[in-house]
C-alpha cells in the first residue's frame, strides 16, 4: 500500500512525461441512439422492487430484543427507505404480511398502537444474510475503498454513500457496525460544506486494477436489444471508438480533453467500473447524481448512457430509471450472481408469497375493525401498489 500523497505525485510525474496532445484531435462525435425497450432487463429490475426497504426494515426489527417495535419507532427510519413520499412506512409494512406480522398494544391513553414484529421466514432468511455478509464482508470493503479510490480526493460525503451503500452491500447502519472496524483504512471527516464525509487513508495498489483490466479486453462487451437495428454509420462509428485508447478509472484524467471522445471513453470506464462495484451490476440513476466532481466528470455526464445502450440498458420500470451494466446479465440471468443476491432473491420469492396471499384475502381473517387501516386509504394502497409492482407480472 502507498499514502494518496504518494500516488498523487507519482500521477504527476507521470503527466509531465505523457505528450499532452497526442489525443485531443479527437473530437466528441455528435451520434444520437434511439431507446429500446428491452423487457428481459425490465424484469431484472422489477424483481428488485421494494428489496432495499423490505431488507431495511428487517434489519431493524432485528436489532430490537424481540423482533417487534411500534409503528411509530420504524417510521423514525423513513429516510433509509427511499419509500414514495405519499406512501405511509405501515401501509409499505402491510403490503409483505409474509415478511412482518402486525399486533396491537395500547398506548399510555389506551389507544391501540400498531407494533410489527418479523415472522419466522423473515428471522431465519435474515440469519442467513447474516453468515453471507461475515462471509463476503472481506469483498464488501474492497467494494466500498474502491469506490472511494475511483474519487479525486478518495473523499466521499456520506449522503452519496448512502445512496450506494445498499448497491454495494453495506449494511444500514454501516457508520457504526462496519467503518469502526476499519480505523487505519477509513476515516470520517468533516466536509468544508459542514457535511460529515469519509476518507480513504491508504491506497491500494493491488484494487487499482478496473474489471476492463482484468479482462484484458480490446473493446466493452457490447449487447443491443433485440430489433435494436444499429445504423451503419453508427456501427462505423461504435467501432472506431472502441478501438480508442482506454483510461483507467483509477488514474488521474485531469489532462484528457472533455470535448473528445476519448475523454467520452474515460467515462464510459468509470461507470462500467462503478456498475461492477454493485452486487447486481445496477444502480439507479439518481444514486450517481452526486457524483460529478468526486469522479472528475464532466456536465450532463450520465447522456452517456444513452450514448452507449449497448453497454448499459436503461429501465424505465417502477416509476424511476435505473441504470444496468448489460454484460452483468445473459437471457435475465446474473452472470455472476453474488451470494448476498441470492438471500435477496428469496426475499423477493417470500414478499411475492405474502403480496398474491394477502391479494385473495388470506390475512384478513381474525383482523378486528378497530385495528384496519381506513378502508378507503387501503384500497387506493392497494390499487396504486397494483400499478407499480413488476415482479408479480413477470
Known sequence: ?????????FFNFLHILRPYNYQQKLNLVNVKLKWVKDTILDSVVSN???????????SILSSYLNKHAPIYHLTRHRGLLDLPYDLKVSSFIRRYPSIFNEFHL?????TPVPWFQLTQSAIDLHQEELNIFQQSKDDILHRLVKLLMLTKERTLPLQTINQLRWDIGLPYDYKD?????HPQLLSFINLPDDRVGLRLLLWDDKLAISEFEKTEGLSFPVKFT??????????????????????????????????TDISEKRNVGVFHELLHLTLSKQTQRKNVSNLRKPLSLPFKFTKVFER??????????GGTQTVVLREGYDCGEAVDKHPMVD?????????QKGFLDRSKGLYKKGVSSKT??????EEEDQSKFNREIGFLSN
Open 343 to 351: 438471500v435477496r432473491e428469496k426475499y423477493a420469492r417470500l414478499m
Open 226 to 259: 433485440r430489433g435494436f437495428g444499429l445504423k451503419r454509420k453508427c456501427m462505423a462509428w461504435l467501432d472506431e471508438w472502441q478501438r480508442l485508447d482506454y483510461t483507467s478509472p483509477y488514474v488521474d484524467s485531469s489532462h484528457l480533453d472533455p470535448r
Open 106 to 110: 395500547p398506548d399510555s391513553a389506551g
Open 177 to 181: 457496525s462496519f467503518i469502526p472496524l
Open 48 to 58: 428488485e422492487k421494494d428489496l432495499m426497504a423490505t431488507s431495511t426494515l428487517i
Open 1 to 9: 500500500m502507498a499514502t494518496l500523497v504518494d500516488r498523487s505525485r
Open 308 to 317: 452507449h445502450p449497448g453497454i448499459f440498458y436503461i429501465s424505465r420500470k
Open 372 to 377: 384496519q387501516l381506513n378502508e378507503e386509504e
